[in-house]
């Protein structure tokens, strides 16, 4: 699978496994249809019905695709 180029705080977030600030990314509050993949490498990971408003700041999901998550 080919590797894709992150951006600085792509690479912070997903390899140094920082955080973005609280209540800050484009992702928190949205809801659509879909399904999240990776950044990096563009597998599958959660099920936008299994997102949920958790109120902490960073999207939260109560399950993710079975294999996806370790």
Do not use: H
Not at 5 to 19: A, S
Not at 51 to 56: A, E, N, P
């Amino acid at each position: 699978m080919k590797k894709r180029k992150l951006t600085v705080l792509e690479k912070r977030v997903i390899i140094e496994k920082g955080t973005e600030p609280l209540f800050s990314g484009k992702y928190e509050n949205f809801f659509e249809e879909g399904i999240y993949v990776c950044r990096q490498y563009g597998e599958l990971l959660y099920r936008s019905k299994s997102k949920f408003k958790s109120g902490c700041g960073w999207p939260s999901f109560n399950d993710e695709i079975p294999g996806a998550v370790t």
